[in-house]
């Protein structure tokens, strides 16, 4: 697996990649949750897909598995800022407004959202490995632009399994239950100052040292981290 990183100005660069990531959000959210959010027959694609978003994305022999997409919490476009910031201002539709105590806006806080890994990773190791190698794309991008700090609204259980892969996050609000899939979601966030993406940790390694991804006791869980815009 192999993880490439960009914004909607590098996208060409990647061929189909980003019509593939949208294509499998498609397929996640909407084919198998059920969202009720924006798509035609092969993708999903919302308001938080423009320029200020940037991408992290994962290959298998040249495929698309897995994604994430991230911004700065100082992003705008139009009517909508970041996905939180946009529902605690009343902006999304099952998302309580109350999810967060409050909406920071800083350009050392980025978000993570559209969090999704192919069902064709099928083995725990590499569902981790793909996540892993996510997180470092995003991680690398927010680093680039000063961001010290990410946060993303996921299920309970990624609190463990993201601190298993060197990314420590604890809970900033209180979980609810999300109306579409009936599963619960807390918003967290985590420092990622000073962390390097897991590549570059693991080339300090030493031959004699074993070199690998910590696996997590947990399953990774495909869950949907949006809701659709009430504007």
Known sequence: MENITFNLTELHKYGSAFFEFLALRKQFFVDQLGWDIPHDDDVEMDQYDNPKAYYSLVL????????????ATTAQWGSHTYMLRDAVDGKLI???????????VTPTIWEATRIVISEDIKTH?????CLAMLLDGVV???????GTEIMALCPPVFARTMRQL???????????????????YVAMKGKIAGIRPRASREA???????IGLKQSTHALPQSAVHAPSKI
């Open 60 to 71: 298998k022999d040249g495929k698309v598995v897995g994604g994430m997409r991230t911004m």
């Open 94 to 104: 099952g998302i309580p407004e109350d999810i967060l105590p409050e909406a920071e």
């Open 125 to 129: 190791a590499e569902r981790s490995e």
């Open 140 to 146: 690398a991008q927010a680093h680039e632009h000063g």
């Open 166 to 184: 060197g990314y420590p996050v604890y809970p900033i609000g209180e979980p609810y239950i999300n109306a579409h899939d009936n599963r619960k």
């Open 204 to 210: 300090d390694v030493t031959p004699t040292q074993p």
